[in-house]
């Protein structure tokens, strides 16, 4: 159907994918962290439908709703350990939960 | 069409750039649901309609609703907008920034230097991903449902409130 | 019958472990049940299938439990293998051993570990049963690792007193030493039949070697230092008078059931081999002959009444090795089956003398007791009778009577060794009656506290009357001429072939023999009970006590192999206290210890530095994918 290089599709989700982590690594607030690894597993289902789409084949589009099931389950397991952390600390600063310190 | 992918393509990037660069998390989803669409629409081009659809439903829609809702809970003011704007100082964003690119520079060129065959992608559509889904990936799926439900006990679990706290170091440091 | 084999084991070691596991909550009657009631059976069972034996009169009986384990071709079963060399064994130990329970029961009664005690004895009974049923060597060596350890654990009984967990750690120490030569043997048993079947390894060793080939001899003499580790002999013998820092009855068991006999059973068993290897056949002789007179002489200076037991059994079992070494397999047997009942005897009857004088061992503060402790002297007079050889009416007689016969009858043997035997014989009977007198008569210089009840008499009763009547199954050619024991164990064991027409010269020798054990007994009457003078004038002679101490040393073996071993060894330790090897050691555990303070640094508790941390792990592998 499309004749868009792969290259191209799979540089997209690599950007994506960078600027997710960038994020991750920058950002202390911790619901910040959380959009950024939305961001990453976004870009990496990306990744998943370019490939299928390159080789015409319904995995890629498989393993992106794996994905996607995954991403869900995650965010409302983060979202309630984020209130956990708010309601214990009375903060959203990642750095605040550093008693596991070495 | 290839037209639509790249300017699709470059409005993703462009509102994740904004998404990570702004200080106020209601502006910053808002981004983040225009990246989400505007990824919705790169599946459309590459012909994963149905994918785009999902795209659309639980990433831009169940998700991002998800995470206002617990903003909303929290209770967040102007003064956290400051101190976000006090957190990103270029001591912080310098070294993880050049790692990523560092990494981005290598994914490039690993995607540059291989050579892939040159293939006639077709559209797939929904009824070939769901054979496919029912078909070989039946474990998958179970599993999918068993994560899910792990997921929703996990919430729950967590998400009640304790009157209580629950430990002597958090108790500690919330005194102190 | 021949079914319940495997239940003669099995039932000592049920018993332990029942004791083990469940004894601290048992009531001591039911203890005592399991403790004596265990090896009961097993003594029940084995006369059972002694009788069904006799008169069935089969090659052997055969049981497979089940396969041990199979790994390239090895594949040792947990069998057992019982003909007649085994049934006397097994005779011995089951039932010596319940008498020795019996008695037990009242000598340790006072004791704490009470439970324990019972435990390690059925364990010990239950490995001896093992060694001498095994139908492979593998299994045999299982069963003579277990009666070491057993009696580490019995020697150190009383662990709480330093001098105890000394002489259990010696006893271990000193038969490992023996242990590791024998496994070695083994190694190459293995090596050269591809098994270590003991059957196959005797019907087989005579097709594969000459008498006298070089592998055999060498397997024979690693396999004889096992057995001299294990039986006490000269020069493994220093642990074995140490060992009388066990309980009594424990002493007892080693030295008349289990253990120390553990060595002749090994050579009588292997006889093939040894028969193939005459220059160990003849130090096997040789040690016997050396052991049976240092011991002998060692036992004559003793004051503690039970190291002159332990220095009489090694002087025995030299006996038994000497037999061994010129052949004569079943009066080895014999003399081990006699010795058994009187030596047990004798220590049953030195346990219950020390239970009377509260714990006391010393014979000089001894004296007397004949009147005060009936039962105990006429057992003690017979065991004493036994061990001394006292013509026609004693057990020991018979045995040991066979055995000088041979030394000179026998094809293999020497007049020099049948000199070392008849002096050691002049010697024992000196010793033993000496132990008697300064027992038993004299003045009395130690309260008798503790009257020995039937748990103690009983034993003592059967004991004698076996150690008076057991020489009955086996008499000389012109005396009687009874051989039911040799025919009993001829299928087994070759009867040594005798020299043609010695035998006139049998009743010379015989007569000989009786006045030697006669005079011994008159010397020690003279100078220890008659005239006090004559002692006297002994210990003011400087030579002769410089003897005597030497002799009460041991022979100096102790100091000796502190001198030549332990010393250097330690001395050596001790430059090398800073190990170099040690020293590479601790440079790595201070290396991981550095990385280990370097690393802990990292883990701050900031999750985006663990993050961060993950991106330089994934920029680090994919430089390396893109480089190579």
């Not at chain 2, 540059?112 to 992608?121: C, I, K, L, S, Y």
Request: glycine letters at 8%.
């Amino acid at each position: 159907m499309s004749n868009i290089p792969m290259e191209a599709g799979l540089l997209l989700a690599g950007i994506l994918f960078m600027l997710g982590m960038v994020s991750v690594m920058i950002r202390r607030n911790i619901i910040f962290m959380l959009i950024s690894v939305e961001i990453m597993l976004n870009a990496a289902g990306l990744a998943f439908i370019v490939a299928g789409s390159h080789w015409a084949q319904p995995d890629g589009q498989i393993m992106f709703i794996f994905i996607l099931t995954m991403a869900a389950a995650e965010v409302s397991v983060g979202l309630a350990l984020i209130l956990q952390i708010y309601h214990q600390l009375k903060t959203l600063d990642s750095d605040a939960a550093n008693f596991m310190k070495g | 069409m290839e037209t639509t992918f790249y300017i699709a393509g470059a409005v993703a990037v462009i509102a994740t750039i904004l998404v990570i660069m702004s200080y106020n998390l209601i502006h910053a989803l808002l981004y983040l649901v225009v990246s989400f669409l505007a990824v919705a629409v790169v599946f459309f081009t590459l012909g994963a309609t149905f994918m785009a659809a999902l795209e659309v439903i639980i990433y831009a829609g169940a998700i991002v609703v998800l995470i206002i809702f617990v903003i909303m809970m929290l209770n967040l003011t102007y003064e956290d907008v400051q101190q976000e704007r006090s957190w990103m100082k270029p001591s912080v964003w310098i070294g993880p920034s050049i790692l990523s690119f560092v990494l981005l520079a290598e994914l490039v060129y690993m995607v540059v230097a291989t050579e892939a065959p040159q293939t006639t992608g077709a559209a797939i559509d929904a009824k070939a991903v769901g054979l496919a889904l029912y078909g070989p990936y039946m474990l998958g799926v179970q599993l999918c449902g068993i994560l899910l439900m792990a997921g929703i006990v996990g919430a729950y679990h967590l998400g009640r409130q304790k009157k209580k706290v629950v430990h002597r170091f958090l108790e500690r440091s919330a005194a102190s | 019958m021949a079914a319940f084999l495997w239940l003669i084991p099995a039932l000592p070691f049920a018993g332990a472990l029942l004791l083990v596991l469940l004894g601290s909550r048992l009531p001591r009657a039911l203890v005592t049940a399991i403790g004596v009631g265990s090896v009961g059976i097993s003594a029940a069972i084995t006369l059972l299938l002694g009788f069904e034996y006799l008169s069935e009169r089969p090659a052997f009986y055969h049981q497979e439990l089940w396969n041990w384990f199979n790994v390239a071709g090895f594949s040792p079963s947990v069998a057992f293998h019982l003909d007649a060399l085994s049934m006397v064994f097994i005779f011995v130990i089951t039932f010596v051993g319940f008498l020795i329970h019996v008695y037990s029961t009242e000598y340790m009664a006072d004791d704490p570990d009470y439970t324990r005690f019972f435990a390690c004895m059925n364990l010990f009974v239950g490995s001896m049963l093992v060694l001498v049923l095994a139908d492979n060597m593998l299994l045999l060596y299982l069963g003579w690792e277990g009666v070491g350890l057993c009696s580490y654990l019995l020697i150190g009984f009383w662990y709480k007193e330093p001098a105890n967990g000394y002489a259990a750690r010696k006893a271990f120490l000193i038969t490992r030493v023996g242990d590791t030569a024998m496994a070695i043997g083994l190694f190459m048993l293995f090596q050269t039949f591809g098994t270590l079947h003991i059957q196959t390894i005797s019907t087989e060793a005579v097709q594969v070697w000459e008498v006298g080939t070089q592998l055999a001899v060498i397997i024979a003499f690693l396999l004889l230092g096992g057995a001299v580790g294990k039986s006490g002999q000269l020069p493994l013998q220093t642990w074995l008078p140490d060992a009388m820092a066990g309980p009594t009855p424990v002493s007892a068991l080693i030295h008349a059931a289990t253990m120390v006999t553990a060595g002749v059973y090994l050579i009588a068993r292997m006889h093939v081999l040894f028969e193939l290897a005459p220059a160990a056949q003849m130090a096997v002789a040789v040690i016997g002959a050396v052991t049976l007179l240092l011991a002998g002489c060692a036992a004559l200076t003793q004051y503690d009444l039970k190291r002159v037991l332990a220095y009489s059994t090694i002087s025995q079992i030299g006996y038994m090795f000497l037999a061994l070494g010129v052949g004569a397999w079943s009066a080895a047997v014999f003399h081990f089956m006699i010795h058994g009942f009187f030596k047990a005897l004798l220590f049953l009857c030195a346990g219950a003398i020390i239970l009377a004088l509260h714990h006391e061992q010393d014979m000089r503060r001894m004296g007397g007791l004949q009147k005060k402790l009936p039962v105990v002297f006429w057992t003690f007079l017979i065991g004493a009778a036994s061990l001394a050889a006292v013509p026609l009416v004693s057990a020991g007689f018979y045995s040991k009577d066979q055995i000088l016969w041979l030394q000179l009858a026998g094809e293999n043997g020497s007049i020099w060794l049948y000199l070392a035997a008849l002096l050691g014989a002049f010697i024992t009977s000196v010793y033993t009656f000496r132990m008697v007198f300064l027992t038993f008569y004299g003045d009395s210089k130690t309260h008798v506290g503790h009257q020995p009840t039937l748990a103690i008499r009983l034993p003592l009763i059967v004991l004698a009357v076996l150690s008076l009547a057991g020489g009955f199954i086996e008499l000389p050619h012109n005396f009687g001429h009874v051989v039911l024991f040799s025919d009993f164990l001829s299928p087994i064991l070759p009867a040594v072939s005798v020299v043609p027409d010695f035998s006139r010269y049998e009743w010379m020798l015989q007569l000989l023999a009786a006045t030697v054990s006669l005079s011994g007994i008159f010397i020690a009457y003279l100078i220890y009970l008659k005239k006090p003078d004559l002692r006297a004038s002994i210990h003011r002679s400087d030579t002769a006590m410089a003897l005597h101490r030497f002799w009460h040393s041991g022979w100096g073996f102790d100091k000796l192999y502190d001198m030549l071993l332990v010393r250097p060894y330690v001395f050596l330790a001790k430059i090398n206290k800073q190990d170099v090897i040690d020293s590479f050691y601790t440079f790595i555990v201070r290396l991981s210890e550095f990385f280990h303070l370097l690393f802990a640094r990292s883990q701050n508790g900031l999750l985006r530095h663990y993050v961060m941390g993950i991106v330089v792990g994934a920029i680090m592998i994919l430089t390396i994918t893109i480089l190579l």
